[in-house]
C-alpha cells in the first residue's frame, strides 16, 4: 500500500507581476515577483496527505527551474517532503511543454535510479498561473507511458495495484480506477494546503538540494531547451486595456435598476 | 528534433465532445476557426467523434461545415479515459497524417491534446483566443498558423507558431469564436473506423459518473454570468446572486474569497486558481477584482460591477458601474427584468 510519490511543481512569477517591456517586447523583469505556483500548493498537499493516509512511502518535490527556483524546493521542505530534486541548466532554457515534460520524466526516471525504488504515482497540478496550459502532466504521463487522469478533486482510495479517484468535469464528477504507477493532476478543491512547520522550515534551511543537469538525467541534447521545442513564442503583446465604463447613476434604487435593464436591452444582452 | 516530412500532412481536424449522449455545441465553435484555417490553406475540413452511439449527430457536423467525418465509434469508448481516448485518436492521426487538430479548451480537450501530442510527438498550444494563417506579408511564411492565447493570468498576449512538427494540435477556448451557421444542403463523408481497444492495455477503468444535483448551467459554457464575493458577506447572499442570474439566464460565478468562506462549491469559482470564462455579460455582485479574479474574467465582453465601494479595481474596468447596496439594487433589478419580460 505505501506510495512512492513525486509531486511536480513549478516556480512562477506571481501574477499581476507580469508586464511587456515596450522595448524589448520581452516580458519585463522590473516588479516581478517569484513564488511556488498557487496550483502546486494543492499538489504538495496531497502528495503529503497521501503519504498520511498510506505511511511507508517517501514523498519526494521535483523542478525544473533556475537557480532561484531552489527556495520553492525549501518550501516543500519546510512542509514536509522526504527528499527535492532540482533540474536546474542552461540547456533547459526555453523549454516549451513538450520538452519540459520530456526533462520531467527523465527526471523522474534518475530519482528511482538514485534511490533504488519505484514511483508510483506523480501528482501535477491542473496547470501553472504562467502558461496556464495544463499541458505538462498529460504529456509526462505520455513519456513515462503511465495512465494519467487530469483534474483529480479526490484521491478515494489507493490499494497495491490501484488509485480510485474522482475527476471534477463540467457537468458532475466521473469516477475512475487507475492502476499504479500513475499520474494525476489534481485542482484546487482537493484539499487545504497546510503551512510549513518551524521544524520544517529549520531543516528546510540547512537541506542541500541537489542540481542536476542534462546529462546528469541522460537527456537527449535534441529534445531539450530551445532545440528540442516544437512551439515558439513569435509575439508578446499586452492585451487591450480595457476603457473605463459608464457610471450608472439614478436618483433612486428603482431608476438605477431601469437604466440597467436598458442598457443590457440596447446590447441585446437579455 | 523535427526530422518529419511536413509536407505530407494535409487537412484540418475539429474535435468533437460527446458525453451521456450529447453534442457538445463547442464542436460548432472550433468548426468556424479551423473553417478559417481549412479555406485558407484550401484543405480539407473534418470532424473526429470518439464515443459510442455517434450516428446521429454526423448529419450535424455536416451541415455546420465538415466535409468528411471520422467515427470513432465502440462501446468501451462511451466515457472519456485518457489513454484510451489518446490512443484512438493518435492512431487515426498516424493513419491519415492531418495539418492540424483543433479541440475544445474544456477538460476533456485539455486533458487529451496534452497526452495525445506527446505520443505523436508534436507540439501543443492550449486555450487560444484567437487564430489565423499567415498571408505571407508579415515575416511569417504563408499558411504558418498564428495562435494567440493569453498567458500569466491574462496579463500577457502570446503568439504562437508550430513549425516544425505535425499535425499541429490547439485547444480552442470556449465562447470565443462564433458557432458556424448550418446549411442543410451540405454533404459530406462519413468514415466509420474500426478500433478494438480491448488490445489496448488500457490501465484505467471508468467506474461510474455523478451527475451536479442541479441543473444550473456550468460556468465555462455559459454566455452570461453573475457572480458573487466577498461583499456579499454571508452564504445567503448567494440567493440574491441567483435571483438575478435567473432572471437573467445565466450562470453562478463567484470569487475565491466566496469559495473559501464555504459559501458556493469551488467548481463556480473564476480565477487563477478556479476557472477561466469569457461569457458576454459579466456581472459582478461585491466582488472587488483581484488581480487573481481578473485573470479569469477579464476578457468577459461586457462588465458590470455592482458595489458599494466605486474605488474598488472592478468599478473602475466595469463596461457599467453600479454604485449600490446590492441586496438594494439586485431585488429592483429582478423586479425590472420581470417586467421586461411580461
Not at chain 2, 305 to 329: G, R
Amino acid at each position: 500500500m505505501p506510495l512512492n510519490i513525486v509531486v511536480c511543481i513549478k516556480q512562477t512569477p506571481a501574477t499581476g507581476s507580469v508586464s511587456i517591456d515596450p522595448q524589448t517586447g520581452d516580458i519585463s523583469k522590473e516588479g516581478i515577483s517569484y513564488a511556488i505556483s498557487p496550483f502546486d500548493e494543492y499538489a504538495l498537499e496531497e502528495g503529503l496527505r497521501l503519504k498520511e493516509r498510506f505511511p511507508g512511502g517517501a514523498t519526494l518535490a521535483l523542478t525544473m527551474g533556475a537557480v532561484r527556483a531552489e527556495e520553492i524546493l525549501r518550501e516543500a521542505i519546510a512542509r514536509g517532503v522526504d527528499g527535492v530534486y532540482h533540474l536546474c541548466d542552461e540547456a533547459f532554457d526555453g523549454s516549451d511543454t513538450f520538452a519540459t515534460s520530456y526533462i520531467l520524466s527523465q527526471g523522474i526516471r534518475k530519482i528511482e535510479e538514485e534511490r533504488k525504488i519505484k514511483i508510483d504515482l506523480v501528482i501535477c497540478a491542473k496547470q501553472t498561473n504562467d502558461g496556464d496550459t495544463g499541458q505538462v502532466g498529460p504529456g509526462l504521463a505520455a513519456w513515462l507511458d503511465w495512465p494519467n487522469t487530469a483534474y483529480v478533486k479526490k484521491v478515494e482510495q489507493v490499494t497495491d495495484t490501484l488509485l480510485r479517484v474522482h475527476r471534477m468535469m463540467e457537468d458532475g464528477t466521473d469516477i475512475l480506477e487507475i492502476q499504479r504507477p500513475a499520474l494525476i493532476s489534481v485542482v484546487k478543491e482537493i484539499n487545504e494546503p497546510r503551512l510549513p512547520s518551524l521544524k520544517g522550515k529549520m531543516a528546510a534551511k540547512k537541506a542541500v538540494i541537489p542540481r542536476w543537469g542534462a546529462s546528469d538525467i541522460k537527456a537527449d541534447p535534441a529534445l531539450i531547451g530551445l532545440k528540442g521545442s516544437l512551439v515558439e513564442i513569435a509575439k508578446r503583446q499586452s492585451p487591450p486595456k480595457r476603457a473605463g465604463g459608464l457610471k450608472i447613476g439614478g436618483a433612486t434604487i428603482e431608476e438605477k435598476a431601469k437604466i440597467f435593464v436598458d442598457k443590457l436591452r440596447e446590447l441585446k444582452l437579455l | 528534433m523535427s526530422n518529419q516530412d511536413l509536407s505530407a500532412y494535409s487537412g484540418i481536424w475539429c474535435v468533437g465532445e460527446v458525453r451521456h449522449g450529447k453534442l457538445a455545441p463547442t464542436i460548432f465553435e472550433i468548426l468556424t476557426a479551423g473553417g478559417q484555417i481549412a479555406a485558407a490553406l484550401g484543405q480539407k475540413l473534418s470532424v473526429v467523434l470518439i464515443g459510442s452511439g455517434l450516428g446521429p449527430w454526423t448529419k450535424e457536423v455536416i451541415e455546420a461545415g465538415a466535409d468528411q467525418v471520422y467515427l470513432i465509434d465502440h462501446s468501451s469508448l462511451e466515457q472519456f479515459v485518457d489513454e484510451a481516448y489518446a490512443k484512438a485518436l493518435t492512431d487515426l492521426v498516424n493513419q491519415e497524417k492531418p495539418r492540424a487538430l483543433f479541440l475544445p479548451a474544456s477538460t476533456i480537450g485539455r486533458s487529451l491534446a496534452g497526452r495525445a501530442a506527446v505520443m505523436l510527438k508534436t507540439g501543443a498550444a492550449a486555450d487560444l483566443t484567437d487564430l489565423s494563417a499567415a498571408s505571407g506579408s508579415n515575416g511569417f511564411e504563408k499558411g504558418t498558423l498564428l495562435a494567440t492565447r493569453p498567458s500569466y493570468g491574462g496579463n500577457i498576449l502570446a503568439t504562437l507558431v508550430n513549425t516544425r512538427s505535425r499535425p499541429e494540435i490547439y485547444t480552442i477556448r470556449p465562447m470565443v469564436f462564433p458557432r458556424s451557421p448550418k446549411d442543410s444542403t451540405r454533404t459530406g463523408v462519413v468514415r466509420n473506423i474500426t478500433v478494438d481497444p480491448a488490445t489496448w492495455n488500457l490501465r484505467t477503468k471508468f467506474i461510474a459518473f455523478q451527475a451536479e444535483s442541479s441543473n444550473e448551467i456550468d460556468i465555462g459554457s455559459a454566455d452570461k454570468i453573475v457572480s458573487g464575493g466577498r461583499g456579499l458577506g454571508k452564504a445567503e447572499g448567494f440567493e440574491t446572486v441567483r435571483s438575478l442570474a435567473k432572471a437573467l439566464s445565466a450562470a453562478v460565478g463567484a470569487s475565491r474569497a466566496a469559495v473559501d468562506s464555504g459559501w458556493i462549491p469551488y467548481k463556480h469559482q473564476v480565477g487563477i486558481t478556479g476557472r477561466t470564462v469569457r461569457p458576454k455579460l459579466y456581472v459582478a455582485c461585491g466582488v472587488s477584482g483581484q488581480v487573481q479574479h481578473l485573470a479569469g474574467m477579464g476578457q468577459s465582453e461586457v462588465i458590470v460591477a455592482i458595489n458599494k465601494d466605486p474605488e474598488c479595481p472592478m468599478m473602475k474596468l466595469a463596461s457599467f458601474s453600479i454604485e449600490a447596496d446590492l441586496y438594494e439594487f439586485i431585488p429592483a433589478a429582478v423586479k425590472e427584468l420581470q417586467k421586461h419580460q411580461s
